[in-house]
């Protein structure tokens, strides 16, 4: 019995896709290596229209993947953004052709430290490049090559994966019709740096890590990984939040137990959290992709003004942001709005009202699937996409 | 050469004082545990007068102890509270005779996990009995009537010596003439309790701890315990103070490493503050007093109803909160100022401005040292303190 009979999915290749990119030209990394080739798994919903038009780049957050809306492949759960992708939903298959990647450094099939370096034959552990979200955009770019799109409709993405969308917008103008960069920054911010630290020092402090070489000692950092999925969680949710969902509830007892056991259910929430995360991601990878957000900063990276990174640019910006978030408050994205109105750039700018905190852009919120919806549709009519593209596929 | 000599102190006992009580009659803990005879490491600044009615209780946080104003044994660094201390300050030792004691379940002095066990002869560790912040007021009375002093001055803490303050106010309301928390909340918020169970599990993931342990083992859980810090150090600051202090500086470099050493100033700071803290504190001492600081609700322990804790109370409150907190953000603390309001007790409320954060209790913040002088005169004007005690001691 296959997966795509267990559990309904709206994509024929429920397992994904992959290709090898950069053989015969290594793609350059920001910390100046040459890597190539590279394995870049991905994944794609709806059909791409006869002009090449209708293709929507959807860009991933830290440990999200390219199971955008098909079951994941370890955990079994669906996409991490199921609700918003099908027929006549936010990224209406029927009309949209939807690419998502996993990132450069990740650990769900594009190459990153898990893998092996075929100079050695070992996994690369810390051995891997350094890599930036410039990196990453780069990687993708190739793959939009390779799927021979020469201008994305759109490029979308939550957190990180709104990091992307305005580092798209900023490298390749002429490729993006439309970006929409939600819950997200032009630079991590110094307190988000700290949560990173403290994540990669957790990982770090676990021997398990063996100073990254776990892969050929046959261990995982298992403990440091949960541990810093556990502090990173907290920052995803907000106050409110938390004291809704469990304010200081007790874990199927009438009383505190005088011990360490997960007395209160936020105790016992954290530590699921962290334990079922390590079976799905890799700690090392873990260590480059934070690193990659620390270092993206969109203003340095052209001049020292953030304007700078979006002057001339004939892309249509729909910035989200949401009340609660915190990690990525709305003051990030009202930064991005600035920049962007200082070079007259067409820009919408939509503050979400939501106590979810960071994580609402990948929960049920009506008010902003209505904003996505909306944008869409006024960037398609801008673009001549018709109504409906076929849903009957080739 | 003595400490005194090298390093100013306007303390006459500038190592701490030390006592052993319970030893006839142990304390009764609130897990049903009774503990006796215990060791309580306390320090004294400025004179009892003759009628023992000028004596302040000065409650410590967290990470805190008894050295408030005279150089920590271990790190030399000052009082935590140095500059609020002596003659003619906000703690007129002048006027007023200061008592601050080391917490039950501390590590600097009273009993706690790390000591040894009477009955085995081994250092407690897990086996010591889970203690309740009412588990250490209870001790302090006891050290309170060790000094012969019936009612206190003024209760004042800020953190976790606020939690003691609102407990000292509701178990011994005659005994308390003024009480001032700061910073401080009824009860420890779902989002305070994730990050302290992130702390723990960090420490619980050291092999070094050795289930609590590592004494035995001749080991110390240094890696656990600094990253255990450095994610509660990050809740103790704000975002606009790290922003200010750090941003996105680098760290005597002028570019990136492309590598996972500390390029930025953030992490070189915070992982300073982990490995700092491991030479100044006990692990299983972290676990101990986080968890009576989770286990905190004042509400619940009187019928669901804060305002229950005070019904009835002469005490004179003032409650401060700063508006960048957002650990014991004000919300907190204006919850205590409603219940105390609804039994009609004499209550200030003082929100600072500051965009120190949590630790903004800690720093030079002249407005709140204004406002805690101000109080304390009104307060002793009315409980007939002279202006001034003698200043020469006995």
Not at 26 to 44: F, K, N, S
Not at 73 to 85: D, F, M, N, Q, R
Not at 178 to 183: E, G, H, L, R, Y
């Amino acid at each position: 019995m296959s997966l795509n009979e267990t559990v309904p999915t709206v994509s024929p290749n429920a397992l994904g896709l992959k290709v090898e990119l950069g053989r015969d030209r290594p793609i350059r990394l920001d910390c100046g290596v040459e890597l190539g080739p590279i394995q870049v798994a991905y994944q794609t919903y709806g059909s791409l229209n006869a002009d090449k038009s209708n293709a929507i780049l959807i860009c991933h957050a830290l440990t999200g993947d390219h199971y955008v809306a098909d079951p994941h492949p370890i955990t079994a759960k669906p996409g991490w953004w199921s609700e918003l992708v099908g027929p006549g939903r936010v990224f209406d298959t029927d009309r949209y052709f939807l690419i998502c990647s996993n990132v450069l450094g990740g650990c769900m099939g594009t190459t990153g430290p898990m893998d092996e370096n075929q100079e050695t034959g070992q996994p690369w552990g810390l051995d891997f490049p350094v890599i930036t979200i410039g990196d990453m955009v780069k990687v993708q770019a190739r793959l939009v090559d390779h799927l021979g799109i020469d201008q994305l409709f759109c490029v979308v993405g939550g957190s990180m994966g709104g990091m992307q969308v305005l580092k798209w917008a900023q490298t390749y103008p002429e490729r993006v019709f439309s970006a929409i960069p939600i819950a997200a920054a032009a630079r991590h911010s110094a307190q988000n740096i700290a949560f990173h630290e403290v994540g990669r020092q957790a990982i770090m402090a676990d021997p398990d890590w063996c100073d990254g070489n776990y892969l050929k000692e046959g261990k995982r950092p298992h403990r440091g990984l949960a541990v810093a999925r556990m502090a990173a969680h907290i920052t995803y949710l907000s106050e409110p939040a938390l004291h809704q969902k469990f304010g200081r509830n007790l874990q199927n007892r009438d009383t505190v137990t005088y011990g360490f056991d997960a007395d209160f259910q936020v105790e016992s929430y954290l530590r699921h959290q962290g334990s079922t995360f390590v079976d799905r991601f890799d700690a090392n990878s873990y260590l480059y992709i934070t690193r990659a957000m620390d270092y993206f900063d969109l203003a340095a990276e052209n001049g020292g003004v953030l304007a700078n990174a979006f002057r001339g640019t004939r892309t249509r910006f729909c910035v989200v942001s949401f009340t609660s978030d915190w990690l990525f408050p709305t003051s990030e994205s009202r930064a991005v709005v600035h920049a962007l109105n200082a070079v007259a750039a067409n820009v919408s700018f939509v503050e979400i009202k939501s106590d979810k905190g960071h994580d609402a852009f990948l929960l049920d919120e009506p008010e902003f699937h209505a904003t996505l919806t909306g944008f869409l549709d006024g960037a398609a009519a801008h673009r001549g996409l018709p109504r409906q593209t076929s849903g009957a596929g080739p």
